[in-house]
């Protein structure tokens, strides 16, 4: 049966399962959720994800929401693609645990000054690009030592950034990228992968 990733393109909580589904090459089928009218908050969505958020993922029986955990999930079952790029580093514990560790950082230092400044009002958006700010240089300090965030290989922990940085580099504060030598360096490497064929945030 074929993978059903219920969401829409630019959310960028989608736009990481599917950039995932792309890096294993898996084929899938995008069910197109009418957000717009709060389908995502009332059945029959709600017996994907009950807490109405978007995507949830339906792989025969299996049903997954929440993005991250949908991408640890694929990677996991499918370790044995054509495709066989270990997004987790599996193939050692010191690397899987660093995988980690940059996973967490993105979720928890990463995505919320991030997002904030993607969605808030302006005096929200100088205390969280400061936020972010510290985060990026902890970034620019790793990546001076390693190519990517778990080391010198692409994983999980990178591509996690994808969805928000492309639409913060388009943005007016994109130099808080681009002046940070490795952190350019590492989204230039990062965002040339599977992004321009998604073309999931082409305008």
Same mark, same amino acid.
Request: aromatic share 10%; with cysteine; hydrophobic share 35%.
């Given at each position: 049966?074929?993978?059903? #990733?219920?969401?829409? @393109?630019?959310?960028?909580?989608?736009?990481? #399962?599917?950039?995932?589904?792309?890096?294993?090459?898996?084929?899938?089928?995008? #069910?197109?959720?009418?957000? =717009?009218? +709060?389908?995502?908050?009332? @059945? %029959?969505?709600?017996?994907?994800? %009950?807490?109405?958020?978007? %995507?949830?993922?339906?792989?025969?029986?299996?049903?997954?929401?929440?993005?991250?955990?949908?991408?640890?999930?694929? *990677?996991?079952?499918?370790? =044995?693609?054509?495709?066989?790029?270990?997004?987790?580093?599996? +193939? /050692?514990?010191?690397? /899987?645990?660093?995988?980690?560790?940059?996973?967490?950082? =993105?979720?928890?230092?990463?995505?919320?000054?991030?997002?904030?400044?993607?969605?808030?009002?302006?005096?929200?958006?100088?205390?969280?690009?400061?936020?972010?700010?510290?985060?990026?240089?902890?970034?620019?300090?790793?990546?001076? =030592?390693?190519?990517?965030?778990?080391?010198?290989?692409?994983?999980?922990?990178?591509?996690?950034?994808? %969805?928000?940085? *492309?639409?913060?580099?388009? /943005?007016?504060? +994109?130099?808080?990228?681009? /002046?940070? @030598?490795?952190?350019?360096?590492?989204?230039?490497?990062?965002?040339?992968? @599977?992004?321009?064929?998604?073309?999931?945030?082409?305008?």
């Amino acid at each position: 049966m074929v993978i059903k #990733v219920h969401g829409i @393109p630019l959310s960028t909580c989608t736009a990481r #399962v599917l950039l995932c589904l792309c890096e294993k090459g898996l084929q899938y089928k995008l #069910v197109p959720v009418d957000v =717009e009218n +709060s389908a995502h908050k009332k @059945p %029959p969505y709600l017996s994907l994800n %009950p807490f109405g958020q978007i %995507p949830a993922l339906e792989d025969g029986h299996v049903k997954i929401f929440e993005s991250r955990a949908i991408c640890k999930y694929l *990677v996991r079952k499918y370790n =044995e693609t054509r495709i066989t790029i270990d997004l987790l580093g599996s +193939s /050692s514990l010191t690397d /899987s645990t660093l995988v980690d560790t940059w996973m967490e950082v =993105e979720s928890h230092q990463f995505n919320p000054p991030t997002q904030a400044c993607t969605h808030s009002l302006n005096k929200i958006i100088e205390i969280e690009l400061r936020n972010l700010a510290k985060v990026l240089d902890v970034y620019e300090e790793r990546l001076s =030592e390693y190519k990517y965030l778990g080391g010198d290989f692409y994983s999980m922990a990178d591509l996690h950034h994808i %969805p928000y940085l *492309v639409y913060f580099i388009r /943005s007016s504060k +994109s130099s808080f990228v681009t /002046s940070r @030598p490795c952190v350019n360096a590492w989204w230039n490497d990062i965002s040339s992968r @599977p992004l321009h064929r998604l073309k999931l945030w082409n305008s």
